[in-house]
């Protein structure tokens, strides 16, 4: 299985960026996918989850109202929109894919698969 994530780079603050993640040889409608990131020092933390065929998803608190996640399974691809980016949203974003269960997960340990990560830099 790979993920590829990619979109990630410079953004000014209260600008908008949308992150991809493609997947290979993974059976991607039966997929529950996720994004997570890590900042700077802190844990990897929960961003957005989404069901396998897109009609649930899952905000973390921090970033409701400002994160939209959707995915494309004829593309094989899920998204991740950043609207009203903020420094403190500077991260490495990282997709996942979660086999086997239909529940939307927000725990780290709830993804049997991980993307490399791509690098989203807000500045003020």
């Known amino acids: 299985v790979q993920l590829q994530a990619s979109g990630g780079g410079l953004v000014q603050a209260g600008n908008s960026l949308r992150l991809s993640c493609a997947s290979s040889?993974?059976?991607?409608?039966?997929?529950?996918m996720g994004w997570f990131r890590r900042a700077p020092g802190k844990e990897r933390e929960f961003v957005a989850a989404i069901s396998r065929d897109g009609s649930s998803t899952r905000i973390a608190d921090s970033v409701k109202g400002q994160f939209t996640i959707s995915r494309d399974n004829a593309k094989n691809t899920v998204y991740l929109q950043l609207d009203r980016v903020k420094p403190e949203d500077t991260a490495v974003y990282y997709c996942?894919?979660?086999?086997?269960?239909?529940?939307?997960?927000?725990?780290?340990?709830?993804?049997?698969?991980w993307g490399q990560g791509t690098l989203v830099t807000v500045s003020s």
């Open positions: 040889r993974l059976d991607f409608r039966s997929a529950v």
């Open positions: 996942a894919a979660r086999r086997g269960s239909p529940v939307v997960s927000g725990a780290v340990s709830g993804y049997n698969y």
